[in-house]
């Protein structure tokens, strides 16, 4: 063969945990000249938009939008609760929960974080102990990440609402579901979650730029009690702009509400819940592949247990560090972009280069995910990586008898 075949021509496949794929629709429907922010389609497409966020986020309570990242959806929910030292506890499955407690902490917020690890859900015993003993109830809201994507552990937040039910205890649930939203199965309202940060890059599929806090009545009232605000993360103006420039308190994220609309339509066009079984589905091929990866003892998926895995991501481990050198690989060789592992080593330590991760968030079908498989196959061979057999059989399997 010549030295020069690369089989990386065509189209990338970025299967990171965010951003995700953006699909072509949202791609062209995000370009076009700026539209006008005053009156128009533009103004008139916002209460569609938000009606149907909170048709994703099973919630008739309120959405408000920020022109922000992720960083800043957890930052403008804790504005419009969290006083200088008021407590907040945070159970932590992973790296985005003590980032989450780290912005807490920098908002003046007295943070205890219950610390469960990289590889375990939430212990709710732990978390009831903690509540029980807190009888002035100084702990005003519990940060719990959904999915928390550098472990792509998956929390059960029914199980913690009933922890907090139990415990009588009026603390505010406030839930980052920036990985799971329109990925894993979630129902604000009938969750009795108070609070949910989402963000536009991942399950609903549109670039980084937007995020949404979407809060009940239970939130709002707390809100109402703040001594303060700040004008700019403030979510009452947003929810009921008296004129259409308070939705953003300024510019519009023009183009990116054209890319959300379409998203949004794609969402419900398939159904949402049909969108939760296609990613449970997918999810179950990749598990299928990983767990037969992993019977030569190399190779370790990060969460045994299927029913704390996320559908949105998956964390993965090599016992040699050569993560990096199979990242290198699948890119360089054959245009598939694998995610960096996130929280289990020190980047100067070797150990960083054993984990890696994959997204399969959003925009993803059968092929994509099969072909994720079937390159991650090819550079386990390629670079002589252990690995136990019949992987691509058994995830081929899934996608067969769905
Ligand atoms: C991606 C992510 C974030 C951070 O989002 P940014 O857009 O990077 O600020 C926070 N929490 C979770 C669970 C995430 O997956």
Not at 94 to 110: I, K, T, V
Not at 294 to 308: H, K, L, P, S, Y
Not at 374 to 389: C, R
Request: aromatic share 8%; charged share 15%.
């Amino acid at each position: 063969m010549s030295a020069k075949i690369n089989l990386s021509g065509g189209r990338q496949y970025l299967a990171i945990p965010g951003p995700s794929v953006v699909p072509d629709a949202v791609l062209q429907a995000m370009h076009l000249a700026s539209p006008n922010i005053y009156e128009g389609e533009l103004v008139d497409m916002v209460p569609g938009i938000v009606a149907d966020l909170c048709r994703v986020a099973r919630t008739r309570h309120n959405v408000a939008m920020y022109i922000g990242n992720g960083h800043a959806g957890w930052e403008a929910a804790l504005s419009n609760i969290i006083a200088p030292g008021d407590a907040v506890l945070v159970p932590s499955s992973g790296e985005f929960a003590h980032f989450w407690a780290d912005m807490a902490r920098g908002l003046g917020a007295d943070v205890q974080v219950l610390d469960f690890g990289t590889a375990a859900p939430f212990d709710p015993d732990r978390i009831r102990e903690v509540l029980a003993g807190d009888t002035a109830h100084r702990i005003k809201a519990v940060l719990a990440v959904h999915v928390d994507t550098s472990s792509s552990i998956r929390n059960d937040i029914q199980v913690l609402r009933a922890v907090l039910d139990d415990a009588g205890h009026p603390a505010l649930l406030v839930v980052d579901c920036i990985a799971s939203l329109a990925c894993d199965v979630f129902e604000m309202d009938a969750w009795g979650v108070d609070v949910m940060v989402a963000g536009s890059q991942k399950g609903l599929m549109v670039p980084p730029g937007m995020a949404f806090v979407f809060f009940n009545d239970k939130a709002a009232a707390v809100r109402a009690q703040m001594p303060r605000v700040s004008r700019y993360w403030d979510w009452a103006t947003r929810v009921d702009p008296e004129i259409f420039f308070y939705y953003w308190n300024g510019t519009a994220p023009t183009q990116h509400l054209y890319g959300l609309r379409c998203a949004l339509d794609m969402i419900h066009k398939e159904g949402i819940e049909a969108v939760w079984d296609r990613h449970a589905v997918l999810a179950r091929a990749i598990w299928a592949a990983c767990e037969a990866w992993q019977t030569e003892g190399a190779f370790a998926m990060n969460v045994q247990d299927r029913a704390f895995r996320s559908h949105a991501v998956t964390a993965l481990a090599l016992q040699q560090p050569q993560a990096t050198a199979l990242r290198n690989w699948t890119q360089s060789q054959i245009g598939l972009v694998l995610g960096i592992g996130l929280g289990m080593a020190p980047e100067n330590d070797p150990a960083w280069h054993r984990f890696f991760r994959l997204g399969h968030m959003g925009h993803v079908n059968g092929h994509m995910v099969m072909g994720l498989l079937g390159g991650i196959e090819a550079g386990l061979t390629a670079l002589d990586i252990p690995h136990g057999g019949g992987a691509l059989d058994a995830a081929a399997k899934v996608i067969a008898q769905t």
